[in-house]
């Protein structure tokens, strides 16, 4: 008897009127809109690396494209965390919090990619998208 009335009432929840579906596909149009405007503003521009503490903009690198790589050296709220940028990426070396996962997280390389060490207060995030360099048969 269960199994006759559970489908009723999902069907109940699920009904309603015109105005009810149209905006709901309103909605979801939205979401998908501002999802992909979000993700063209990430990976707009060249590769940049921002770091922060708290809410404060320390430092804005671009990836460089040479093999010299950039050690910035954030304040943050335990000490010092040793950040690497590099054209291969950027990467934590070393932090003062106890648990390491931000230096455990590896190098990150893509546009949204972020680095948080939330005991020390640093972020560090990459923005912008590196230029596919094309070869002679796909110009």
Same mark, same amino acid.
């Given at each position: ?6 489908? &009723?009432?999902? &069907?109940?929840? %699920?009904?309603?009127?015109? !105005?009810?579906? /149209?905006? %709901? =596909? %309103? ?5 998908? +809109?501002? /999802?992909? /405007?979000?993700?063209? *503003?990430? @990976? ?13 903009? =320390? ?14 050296? !954030?304040? +943050?709220? =335990? +000490?010092? @965390? ?8 950027? &990467? ?6 106890? @648990?390491?996962?931000?230096? =455990?997280?590896?190098?990150?390389? &893509?546009?949204?990619?972020?680095? !948080? ?7 560090? @995030? ?6 596919? *360099? ?6």
């Amino acid at each position: 008897m269960q199994t006759d009335h559970q489908p &009723r009432q999902l &069907r109940h929840y %699920l009904s309603g009127t015109a !105005a009810d579906r /149209w905006l %709901l =596909l %309103l909605i979801l149009l939205l979401i998908a +809109g501002s /999802w992909a /405007w979000i993700r063209h *503003q990430v @990976s707009a521009g060249p590769p940049t690396v921002y770091i922060y503490h708290e809410h404060q903009l =320390l430092a804005m690198y671009p990836l460089p494209d040479n093999d010299q790589p950039i050690h910035y050296r !954030a304040h +943050g709220h =335990l +000490g010092i @965390s040793d950040i690497m940028i590099s054209r291969h990426g950027v &990467r934590m070396l070393h932090s003062p919090c106890s @648990s390491q996962r931000c230096v =455990l997280s590896g190098e990150h390389i &893509r546009a949204g990619d972020m680095i !948080a060490c939330v005991p020390n207060h640093i972020l560090v @995030s990459i923005r912008g998208n590196r230029r596919q *360099q094309l070869d002679a048969i796909a110009e």
